[in-house]
């Protein structure tokens, strides 16, 4: 990948950023800030890395043996284009196909606005206490607003609402295991587990946590944190991370010590989503945000065809290159 896209991807303030990055960074490694600079754009060029995998993952201090172990944006993009066919993205990207083609395992009701009558809509409503409303082909948790129905009588007011401002689907709101609480209870907190799919098998590639720190959604790139778990045991074995590199040992609200917790629910969690990967074969590679729940088990909250890889390395700083390319 050439410097001038990874420059392209990350927007027109890249420069700032770099500047901005390699400032903090000379500090922290007793390095010339102009010689940073010069070395980011020399990793855009070797390894892909854009100027926020160079900072994220201490670039600045590993040599080059260390560096070529890493995911960069460089990475990712190849293995997505490798893997997954272009035409089937809407499949994933587009809530409202994402929800049709995986309802069996989102084991909750949902509403299509766009064709759902007002008072049908109204009827839709009863029994539930929050909902979700999301738009479609929005990311990062962005566009996904909570309401809770107690706040709306009218229900038909807020059908109004929400078809004003273009929102397209409504989903009833996740009641979340009780371990997945004790994380943190504002959120509904997911598993983001990776799945490939070769020759006709399914390989689960890595799992971590994604929990809120504060407000109602996990995703990192809405403030949430991060930690990396065993594949294998569904062990937690890192401290929680967030994207501007604050490690926590402890959830700073509750209290909960990620490094060594055991969900519940992991078997069930892992052959959930190494059966779902054979729903669209034509998309290889894809991360899974599972939900715990008590009395449904686990279910999917959504799907990525273009799977996030900062999430991969934050918390343990070790590169995942070999892990992702393995099965590809």
Same mark, same amino acid.
């Given at each position: 990948m050439s410097v001038g896209l990874i420059f392209q991807?990350? =927007? $027109? /303030?890249?420069?700032?950023?770099?500047?901005?990055?390699?400032?903090?960074? #000379? /500090?922290l490694c007793h390095k010339p800030?102009?010689?940073?600079? @010069?070395?980011?754009?020399? !990793?855009? *060029?070797?390894?892909?890395? @854009?100027?926020?995998d160079y900072h994220n993952l201490r670039f600045y201090n590993r040599k080059a043996a260390d560096r070529k172990t890493f995911v960069t944006m460089g990475v990712n993009v190849k293995v997505v284009k490798a893997c997954n066919d272009l035409a089937y993205r809407p499949q994933f990207e587009d809530k409202v196909k994402f929800n049709t083609a995986f309802e069996t395992y989102l084991k909750r009701k949902w509403c299509h606005l766009h064709v759902t009558a007002r008072d049908a809509f109204v009827a839709w409503c009863d029994g539930l206490d929050t909902v979700f409303a999301k738009r479609n082909f929005s990311t990062c948790g962005y566009?996904?607003?909570?309401?809770? &129905?107690?706040?709306?009588?009218?229900? $038909?007011? &807020?059908?109004? /609402?929400?078809?004003?401002?273009?929102?397209? *689907?409504?989903?009833? +709101?996740?009641v979340q295991h009780p371990f997945m609480s004790?994380?943190?209870? =504002?959120?509904?907190?997911?598993?983001?587990? +990776?799945?490939m799919l070769k020759d006709g098998e399914s390989y689960l590639l890595y799992g971590f946590l994604r929990c809120a720190v504060s407000g109602y959604v996990d995703? *990192?790139?809405? =403030? $949430?944190? !991060? !930690?990396?778990?065993?594949?294998?045991? +569904?062990?937690?074995?890192?401290?929680?991370?967030?994207?501007?590199?604050?490690?926590?040992?402890?959830?700073?609200?509750t209290g909960f010590v990620f490094k060594g917790s055991q969900f519940p629910m992991w078997q069930?969690?892992?052959? *959930?989503?190494?059966? #779902?990967?054979?729903?669209?074969?034509?998309?290889?590679? %894809? @991360?899974?945000? %599972?939900a715990l729940t008590e009395d449904r088990g686990?279910?999917?909250?959504?799907?990525?065809?273009?799977?996030?890889?900062?999430i991969l390395q934050l918390a343990d700083q070790v +590169?995942? /290159?070999e892990q992702l390319l393995r099965y590809v």
């Open positions: 991807r990350v =927007g $027109g /303030k890249t420069l700032k950023r770099m500047a901005q990055f390699a400032a903090e960074d #000379a /500090k800030k102009w010689l940073l600079m @010069a070395d980011m754009a020399w !990793c855009a *060029l070797r390894y892909g890395a @854009a100027v926020y566009d996904v607003v909570r309401f809770v &129905l107690a706040d709306w009588p009218d229900r $038909g007011a &807020l059908y109004d /609402k929400l078809t004003a401002e273009a929102f397209d *689907l409504v989903e009833e +709101g996740v004790s994380i943190y209870p =504002g959120a509904v907190n997911t598993l983001r587990l +990776g799945t995703n *990192l790139n809405s =403030g $949430g944190a !991060c !930690c990396v778990i065993d594949a294998q045991t +569904g062990v937690i074995t890192t401290d929680g991370m967030t994207k501007d590199m604050d490690f926590m040992e402890k959830h700073p609200v069930q969690a892992v052959d *959930l989503v190494l059966e #779902a990967a054979h729903v669209c074969p034509q998309v290889r590679y %894809v @991360a899974w945000d %599972v686990p279910l999917f909250i959504e799907a990525n065809y273009h799977p996030g890889y900062d +590169g995942k /290159k």
